[in-house]
């Protein structure tokens, strides 16, 4: 992950950006990096390419899943 750029409060929707990690079940907006260039889609355009799934490779436990804001 290249960083997090804010925590989302659900209760009070206030952006914490001074974060360093998310919790279990927290929201939040992250940028990340591949070292292959990713084909996808903005969410908003395309469900399935706009979403994705991170799972540990060593372990197989799901750590992530998100939505695709926009690509770069």
């Given at each position: ?53 991170l ?18």
């Amino acid at each position: 992950m290249k960083g997090i750029q804010y925590r989302l409060d659900v209760n009070t929707l206030h952006r914490d950006q001074d974060t360093n990690e998310l919790g279990l079940n927290e929201i939040g907006r992250v940028q990340l990096r591949t070292t292959v260039p990713l084909p996808c889609d903005p969410y908003s355009k395309n469900r399935t390419t706009g979403s994705f799934v991170l799972i540990d490779e060593a372990t197989g436990v799901t750590v992530d899943a998100g939505m695709i804001n926009s690509a770069s």
